[in-house]
Nanobody, 115 residues
Framework: QVQLVESGGGLVEPGGSLRLSCAGS????????MGWFRQGPGKGRELVAV???????DYADSVKGRFTISRDGAKNTVYLQMNSLEPEDTAVYYC?????????WGQGTQVTVSS
């Protein structure tokens, strides 16, 4: 059973930092690509950042320059370093992995940015 588990969410003040982790299990193969999505209160789920098997990355304009995505393919693990956090970043953050054409989602981790 392929599974993704996020960790690292929590409460942080504006301007602070958090590092999210997502560990995949249940497959010997490395995910072909991995990414982070988020869903804030009253909003739809949106792409935050993605990273391909070759290391190419893409970011939402709202987080560019503040967030950094990275991965360890051998461990099927993806990270999201979040700096200069703003209240608008408050959301449930979801990890997504892909094996060829199959998509897998984590349960999500809450990030709250508030003073």
């Amino acid at each position: 059973q392929v599974q993704l588990v996020e960790s690292g969410g929590g409460l942080v003040e504006p301007g602070g930092s958090l590092r999210l982790s997502c560990a995949g299990s249940g497959t010997i193969r490395s995910f072909t690509d991995m990414g982070w999505f988020r869903q804030g209160p009253g909003k739809g789920r949106e792409l935050v950042a993605v990273i391909s098997s070759g290391g190419s990355t893409d970011y939402a304009d709202s987080v560019k320059g503040r967030f950094t995505i990275s991965r360890d393919g051998a461990k099927n693990t993806v990270y999201l370093q979040m700096n200069s956090l703003e209240p608008e970043d408050t959301a449930v953050y979801y990890c997504r992995g892909r094996l060829v054409i199959s998509l897998y989602w984590g349960q999500g981790t809450q990030v709250t940015v508030s003073s």
